[in-house]
């Protein structure tokens, strides 16, 4: 019988698999996650990386607020409830009484939350002159690129249970934040402890919150092993431990749920979709999931300056093949940055269609010779926005090499990547967002504001004033209609910028046993296992 290569490399897999044994008590008593990659820390504040905010957010972390998973409404959290002044200026918030933090081996809580952790949470970023901001970078690039802080008045402890934000403008998403997976609740009682042993760094790497979990050990690129946060707010009659298993081949992470040493599985490939529907005790979970994979050009270096040059090499892909070699049907073509089910989507949207001859006209009106040379950054790790960057890097290249263009494909370790990228080393990049939140600003801003292009998740380097003025007025816009027609042409710029080259919008996959129930899978990035059950 002949075994096709993607069964050889499935049966290597297996054995690589088989050298590594898990856990019993973990299996018996918890569960273990597969992971694609290592986080770049344990602050979800510090990143914009969907690995990380999938390893910290919800397991270590509540927020004042949460957005239900089915129809995204805003839930009471930390907050019990919240009022919002008539002028749209004031937010006020009542803090959940009995809310305890971990316990760990460096901190032993003497109280409960209160106003105080809220206020430092936020002030940590918002206020310039406090104490942790400039620890561990002093940048916070989701909040820096939403602008956040200079819209933000006062942050006032209004009673030991009551805090409340004043804006000096109405922004019609800031209540959105809130549940934003950014806006974790820290101590501050544990934060002054390491301030005062000199030790504040420590914050985000051995962090304390509220979550369904602890943190108690950490190993990069192996596992991270959390442990049941014995107090927690919303019962503890779930699992009692959890690790992530840091496994970056998606191959092995599928033949580790097969032989069980995995109980779940993260961004399953869309080419072992047939595998997984064959396997017995597996199930696939899918989610529209609200994000977008694209190709982005360093705006800063030439000829990429260029609009002209940027439209042709948009032009000069075949973004069909790429859905059907790299996707294999499980997302759309991208013809907007934001996708389908964003309220402001624009459907009559263009975007250059694959056109070789189109493309060999605007380089040479460009300037731009037969063998020019470019790099293409592939992300290294596999995401729903993007789940094989280095092939779709591959197919863009030859693309490219008809055009006259040669294509050199780079990548790096992921935290080495990315800190390379925001240091704008790149020609251009595969990579994509998925959304925090279900505005359409949560899309615009993070990827192309100038602040997101001082702070780096603007990986095009791209800025334009009348974009940025744009959405800065459809925030403050009441009308739903007036603000998508805002929404809508802020896209036309991008349209005729081309900063980016949207490529695709995916579905978002999980696979795991049978016996494992109630993981909580969200569209808008991250997963929970707070009230996860398992089956012996």
């Given at each position: 019988m002949k075994i096709s290569r993607h069964w050889v490399i499935?049966?290597?897999?297996?054995?690589?698999?088989?050298?590594?044994?898990?856990?019993?008590?973990?299996?018996?008593?918890?569960?273990?996650?597969?992971?694609?990659?290592?986080?770049?820390?344990?602050?979800?504040?510090?990143?914009?990386?969907?690995?990380?905010?999938?390893?910290?957010?919800?397991?270590?972390?509540?927020?004042?607020?949460?957005f239900d998973p089915v129809d995204n409404s805003l839930q009471p959290s930390l907050a019990e409830y919240w009022m919002v002044?008539?002028?749209?200026?004031?937010?006020?918030f009542k803090i959940r009484s009995g809310v305890q933090f971990q316990t760990t081996r460096n901190f032993i809580p003497s109280r409960e939350l209160?106003?105080?952790?809220?206020?430092?949470?936020?002030?940590?970023?918002?206020?310039?002159?406090?104490?942790?901001?400039?620890?561990?970078?002093?940048?916070?690039?989701?909040?820096?690129?939403?602008?956040?802080?200079?819209?933000?008045?006062?942050?006032?402890?209004?009673?030991?249970r009551v805090v409340r934000f004043t804006l000096y403008k109405k922004d019609?998403?800031?209540?959105?934040?809130?549940?934003?997976?950014?806006?974790?609740?820290?101590?501050?009682?544990?934060?002054?402890?390491?301030?005062?042993?000199?030790?504040?760094?420590l914050l985000d790497s051995q962090p304390v919150g509220t979550g369904p979990f602890k943190l108690t050990e950490y190993h990069k690129d192996a596992f991270i092993r959390f442990k049941q946060h014995s107090s927690y707010w919303e019962g503890t009659d779930y699992i009692q431990n959890l690790v992530f298993d840091i496994t970056s081949q998606s191959s092995l992470r599928l033949a580790k749920l097969i032989t069980k040493e995995c109980?779940?599985?993260?961004?399953?490939?869309?080419s072992e979709m047939q595998v997984l529907s064959n396997a017995k005790n597996i199930s696939v979970q899918a989610k529209t999931a609200n994000n977008v994979g694209f190709w982005a050009f360093n705006t800063l270096k030439a000829p990429f300056d260029n609009p002209k040059v940027r439209y042709a090499l948009a032009a000069a892909i075949d973004k069909e093949t790429?859905?059907?070699?790299?996707?294999?049907?499980?997302?759309?073509?991208?013809?907007?940055?934001?996708?389908?089910?964003?309220?402001a989507y624009n459907p009559n949207a263009e975007l250059p269609q694959y056109d070789p001859a189109l493309a060999r006209k605007l380089l040479k009106e460009a300037g731009i010779p037969d063998g020019f040379k470019m790099n293409i950054w592939a992300m290294p790790i596999e995401r729903p926005y993007n789940p094989n960057a280095h092939k779709m890097a591959e197919l863009i290249s030859s693309n490219l090499a008809e055009v006259g263009i040669e294509a050199n494909i780079v990548s790096y370790e992921w935290n080495t990547f990315r800190r390379l990228l925001s240091e704008q080393r790149h020609d251009s990049v595969l990579i994509g967002w998925a959304a925090d939140t279900p505005s359409p600003d949560n899309f615009l801003s993070p990827i192309f504001?100038?602040?997101?292009?001082?702070?780096g998740s603007n990986r095009s380097a791209w800025c334009n004033t009348d974009f940025d003025e744009i959405l800065y007025t459809a925030a403050q816009?009441?009308?739903?209609?007036?603000?998508?027609?805002?929404?809508?042409?802020?896209?036309?710029?991008?349209?005729?910028?081309?900063?980016?080259?949207?490529?695709?919008?995916?579905?978002?996959?999980?696979?795991?046993?049978?016996?494992?129930?109630?993981?909580?899978?969200?569209?808008?990035?991250s997963i929970g296992f707070s009230k996860v059950e398992k089956n012996k």
């Open positions: 499935f049966l290597s897999a297996l054995v690589m698999s088989a050298c590594k044994q898990a856990d019993t008590s973990i299996l018996d008593q918890g569960v273990i996650y597969c992971s694609e990659g290592s986080p770049e820390t344990f602050n979800p504040q510090l990143v914009t990386s969907a690995t990380t905010l999938d390893a910290v957010s919800r397991q270590l972390f509540n927020r004042l607020l949460e002044s008539q002028d749209g200026l004031t937010y006020t209160n106003a105080d952790d809220v206020i430092f949470s936020f002030n940590r970023w918002y206020d310039v002159d406090h104490p942790y901001h400039q620890v561990n970078g002093g940048i916070y690039p989701y909040f820096d690129s939403m602008q956040l802080a200079e819209n933000i008045k006062a942050i006032t402890r209004v009673s030991s019609h998403d800031f209540i959105q934040h809130f549940a934003s997976h950014y806006t974790p609740i820290h101590s501050a009682e544990y934060a002054e402890q390491l301030l005062t042993a000199e030790t504040p760094e109980d779940l599985i993260a961004y399953p490939a869309s790429i859905l059907r070699a790299v996707y294999y049907g499980t997302a759309i073509k991208a013809n907007s940055i934001l996708p389908p089910n964003s309220w504001s100038c602040a997101s292009a001082i702070v816009t009441e009308d739903k209609n007036e603000r998508k027609a805002l929404y809508i042409q802020a896209q036309k710029i991008l349209q005729n910028e081309m900063p980016v080259v949207p490529i695709a919008h995916s579905t978002h996959y999980l696979a795991k046993l049978d016996n494992v129930h109630n993981v909580h899978f969200y569209p808008n990035t």
